[in-house]
């Protein structure tokens, strides 16, 4: 499963960021984030899940974050930039508050790794070349699967 998260910022700089309903009550606070569908890119899916989270419309920037992260999931970042296209509605199914916030102003609750995003990857929209993705992470099973010999993938 691939992970892709959108860091969404508007013309002032600030992060756009989403209190979702399934997420643990004392973190719910996070940026756009949903799994990548067979055949789409990961940029499509920054723009796929924005718009059915939020209903606007983003352009994608650079990749921000790439790594191996929990059990078999690849976890994928990257800068969006919001211009004013449409019309911001929740999906109530997935999505309770929105909130436009400044990078020195983020709430409670808001999930530590995404937290970290918004301050690595600050100011670096649409600029090109900027700034560096942060590339990391080793996944290992606890132990081989059985019948599982040195020359199989």
């Keep these: 499963m691939v992970g892709v998260t959108g860091v969404v910022r508007d013309r002032d700089g600030n992060v756009l960021l989403l209190r979702h309903r399934f997420w643990p009550e004392h973190r719910q606070w996070g940026l756009p984030t949903g799994g990548a569908k067979r055949g789409e890119t990961f940029e499509q899916t920054v723009v796929r899940e924005v718009r059915e989270e939020t209903g606007l419309e983003v352009s994608v920037g650079e990749l921000v ?8 999931r690849v976890e994928v970042a990257y800068e969006a930039f919001y211009a004013g296209g449409g019309t911001m509605r929740l999906n109530a199914m997935e999505i309770l508050e929105a909130r436009w916030c400044a990078p020195g102003d983020l709430p409670e609750g808001l999930l530590e790794p995404h937290r970290r995003l918004i301050t690595s990857s600050r100011g670096k929209v ?12 080793v996944v290992e099973a606890p132990q081989d699967p059985p019948g599982l010999g040195q020359h199989q993938v």
């Design 65 to 72: 974050h790439l790594r191996s992260g929990f059990r078999l």
């Design 126 to 137: 649409g600029r090109g070349g900027e700034g560096g993705v942060e590339v990391g992470g």
